[in-house]
């Protein structure tokens, strides 16, 4: 008997969160709305704005640019990068040169001939970067900042010993309209990256942030991606810097210096540019405060030390001002949803569906497998076999190897003896991203959900796949998880357990290994996620490596069972022989005898 599993406690919102916090713009406002608003904001200011206002709104539309190269690098792939204005400076010694060699097409042109030559740059900079972390990256990209000040420090930029100027373009030749044209570009700028924070690289270079090691399991290349966020944000960095030599017609290394490019990044942290309200208030700050300060005696470096101690207070919280809000504000909206009804299960245990596997040789075999650390042997000679379209649990005891045995074949650890073969082909040579890519999908024991997008586009990250609408709901749907749009904000433990799950299956892998799924489940969760299990390998043509502690939920799912004790496998096959064997008891409960 069949009937609907009551409703999850009222943190679990489920639904008519989509409506208000679908949109992309500052806290949820959707695009066109903020495109109108701001384009009105621009035309007034334009309007009324004397000259010398003017051009403080000009720097600080130049200043948003730049704040967004930050927000591409630190904001969005984590990624600490103490270099952005160097690419500005190449920008902007390009645009330089083509004014004077009079490359047709103008400034629109020569903006991104800026870019392009920044983004070589980015890349330069960032194939050594790619094996640092923390402040050696920074150490790094701040000596590249110091070098390039040494070489445009030498140098005279383009047109500025003979006074050939940057010529604007004739619809935006004055004062006026060149504040304008710099927010239209800035505009621009903000479009894409809307598109871009809802593409699959968007949700890559934010997992990438979250958690290096949960992308590569998902077949993301942490490589590619920070050379994709280096190399990005270095052509928005060499527009900017374009855009700055338009502005103030020649411009010297001083614009560029390296100690400006920490300041501006000290800013883009603490307010975090990754968001566009962030971005914009960045700018302004980035462009007013030092008129503010001078205007009331204090000293240029005290700005400089303030936002110094607000990004250090970022660091601490572990989130941006504009983060802070943006969280608050979901979790409230999401407390005024109430819960609605998942997916019914069954009230008593439906029978273990029979799978017989499949012809061909097995998905996933594992041979002679032996892990050290030093004087540890954490897997001794283990051979393991998931049959196709069957579930094979991994039991023992804590300590007795289990995570290290996934770890090796998912290629988290890459020294070992033995083989590995994935429809009997060896994949000991690919690194942990590639074998995801070749059909090896993991999910971990600690939860590596990043909390900062959606619920669907994580869905869309797991997948390793671009997944429909339809199908995304679809899923949605199935495992009883809220809708596409919810934050992850707004879900509790669970529940991202429960997504990472539906996301893997959706990528229909042929081999999937699920690290503890159930943890943190209350039995009604638990009873669901039995059912998801058992239904992946005729749904989704996947089979299962299954590594549990409830002995339950492997009895109700598995067709086969490994036991793992200190290291070495001590018994193997079907779940009721399995687990009544009394080495299997004494591995769990420990012997009796002693």
């Given amino acids: 008997m069949d009937t609907a599993r009551k409703s999850r406690p009222h943190s679990r919102s489920r639904g008519g969160v989509s409506g208000v916090l679908a949109a992309a713009g500052p806290l949820g406002k959707p695009l066109p709305l903020g495109i109108v608003v701001g384009a009105i904001a621009v035309a007034v200011l334009s309007a009324v704005s004397d000259s010398s206002t003017l051009f403080n709104l000009t720097s600080a539309a130049v200043a948003v640019v730049f704040m967004q190269s930050y927000g591409l690098i630190t ?97 935006f030749d004055t004062d006026q309209a060149y504040f304008v044209f710099c927010a239209i570009v800035a505009g621009l700028i903000f479009v894409g990256l809307y598109f871009l924070d809802r593409s699959r690289l968007g949700g890559a270079l934010v997992e990438i942030r979250h958690s290096e090691r949960a992308a590569a399991a998902h077949g993301i290349s942490v490589t590619r991606g920070k050379l994709a966020a280096f190399a990005l944000s270095a052509f928005v960095a060499g527009i900017g810097g374009g855009l700055m030599a338009g502005q103030l017609s020649v411009v010297s290394a001083a614009n560029f210096s390296a100690i400006a490019s920490v300041s501006m990044f000290a800013i883009a942290l603490f307010v975090g540019t990754n968001n566009a309200e962030g971005a914009i208030a960045g700018g302004l700050l980035g462009a007013f405060m030092p008129v503010i300060i001078d205007s009331i005696g204090i000293p240029q470096d005290l700005a400089a030390l303030l936002f110094g101690v607000g990004a250090v207070q970022v660091l601490r919280l572990g989130m941006s001002q504009t983060d802070l809000v943006r969280t608050q504000y979901r979790r409230k909206q999401a407390a005024k949803v109430p819960p609605i009804a998942a997916p019914p299960v069954s009230v008593f245990p439906r029978p273990k569906p029979v799978r017989q596997p499949r012809k061909g040789p097995p998905a996933l075999e594992v041979r002679n497998l032996r892990v050290q650390f030093g004087n540890l042997v954490a897997v001794d000679d283990v051979n393991l076999v998931l049959p196709r379209g069957q579930i094979v649990g991994l039991v023992g005891p804590n300590g007795a190897g289990k995570s290290t045995l996934i770890n090796t074949v998912t290629g988290f650890t890459s020294r070992y003896t033995g083989k590995v073969l994935l429809d009997g082909k060896g994949i000991d040579h690919l690194p942990a991203h590639q074998r995801a890519r070749a059909g090896v999908r993991r999910s971990f024991q600690q939860l590596r959900v990043p909390t900062s997008i959606s619920v669907g586009m994580f869905l869309q990250v797991a997948a390793g796949k671009t997944l429909t609408d339809r199908e995304t709901d679809e899923q949605l749907r199935l495992f009883g998880l809220p809708p596409a749009a919810t934050p992850m904000e707004a879900v509790d433990v669970a529940t991202r357990r429960l997504l990472e799950v539906a996301g893997l299956a959706a990528g229909r892998p042929p081999v999937l290994l699920l690290d503890e799924p159930a943890a943190g489940h209350s039995s009604d969760e638990t009873r669901l996620l039995v059912e998801r299990i058992t239904e992946i390998p005729e749904r989704f043509d996947t089979s299962l490596l299954l590594v549990e502690h409830d002995i339950e939920l492997v009895r109700a799912t598995c067709d086969q069972v490994v036991v793992l004790d200190f290291g070495r496998v001590i018994a193997s096959g079907p779940p009721a022989r399995v687990l009544s064997d009394p080495a299997v008891i004494a591995a769990y409960l420990g012997d009796a005898t002693h």
Avoid: E, M
């Avoid at 991104?112 to 790619?130: F, R, S, T, W, Y």
């Fill in 75 to 171: 904001g969005r792939a984590g990624v600490i990068s103490l270099c952005q204005l160097s690419f500005a400076a190449i920008g902007a010694w390009v645009v330089g040169w083509a004014n004077t060699a009079d490359v047709p097409g103008g400034l629109y042109v020569w903006l991104l001939l800026g870019g392009l030559a920044a983004v070589v740059a980015g890349l330069l900079i960032g194939l050594p970067a790619l094996r640092l972390r923390g402040v050696n990256l920074a150490v790094a990209t701040f000596a590249f900042a110091i070098a390039l000040d040494v070489v445009f420090g030498g140098l005279n930029y383009p047109g500025q010993d003979s006074g050939d100027y940057v010529q604007r373009p004739d619809l």
